[in-house]
């Protein structure tokens, strides 16, 4: 199976250990420094903290990590949360990265499938496309992205999975191809400049499902 860009580089860089809601600030600050350091376009992070009852809670060794990506032309791409319509979590909100939700499509599972439970309202414009009921929302979300019944690899073979967390990559699978076809971009030096202009590419090319800022953002890139 091919993914969204097979031609892309990738680098893993493990904050998780093998239990449950592991991961640390620490783990997340040196894994966004080694991807600076080994030259990286784009960081994925499909993460995010736990919410419980209050607010997303800003964590400000996290924050100015992101802000040393920024300064070195690195573009975040984080998950938004799957907290059911609770805010955009931490560090999706940070100004600096790119907030993304999870939008479905029906049609695309079968409709007796553990995914038709991930069907809710608001729907698109074409109403077979909808908001994911995991996906966390507001006003700072910049993009959707795919992330229900996403085809994906698995020990011993591949597995449909839903999150936010799989909506996150897709988009920044879209965004390695689109930097890709733009060498202009790709080569600027790597400043604030140039993230910004990355950005620009993927925003150029989201479209509205019809879903709501609050709900989409920009909208899905294609």
Same mark, same amino acid.
């Given at each position: 199976m091919r993914g969204i &860009?097979?031609?892309?580089?990738?680098?893993?860089?493990?904050?998780?250990?093998?239990?449950?809601?592991?991961?640390?600030?620490?783990?997340?600050?040196?894994?966004?420094?080694?991807?600076?350091a080994d030259g990286c376009d784009l960081l994925n992070m499909s993460l995010g903290f736990d919410q419980d009852n209050g607010p997303?809670?800003?964590?400000?060794a996290i924050k100015d990590a992101i802000a040393e990506a920024n300064a070195a032309g690195?573009?975040?791409?984080?998950?938004?949360?799957?907290?059911?319509?609770?805010?955009?979590s931490y560090p999706a909100m940070d100004d600096l990265a790119i907030a993304v939700s999870a939008v479905g499509r029906k049609g695309t599972f079968p409709t007796k499938s553990s995914e038709s439970g991930d069907v809710a309202a608001p729907f698109g414009t074409d109403t077979k496309n909808f908001l994911a009921a995991f996906s966390?929302?507001?006003?700072?979300?910049?993009?959707?992205?795919?992330?229900?019944?996403v085809v994906s690899t698995v020990p011993g073979g591949h597995a449909p999975m839903s999150g936010t967390s799989m909506a996150c990559p897709a988009v920044t699978g879209v965004l390695a191809r689109l930097l890709a076809n733009s060498p202009v971009v790709l080569n600027m030096t790597r400043d604030?400049?140039?993230?910004? &202009?990355?950005?620009?590419?993927l925003f150029a090319q989201a479209q509205s499902l019809g879903l709501g800022i609050s709900n989409e953002g920009k909208g899905l890139p294609k």
């Open positions: &860009a097979p031609g892309a580089d990738i680098f893993s860089c493990r904050v998780f250990d093998d239990t449950a809601n592991s991961g640390s600030s620490f783990g997340i600050v040196k894994a966004i420094r080694r991807g600076i997303p809670v800003v964590d400000d690195v573009v975040v791409v984080v998950a938004a949360g799957n907290d059911g319509r609770k805010p955009v966390n929302i507001g006003t700072s979300l910049d993009v959707a992205g795919a992330g229900v019944a604030a400049d140039r993230e910004d &202009a990355i950005k620009d590419l």
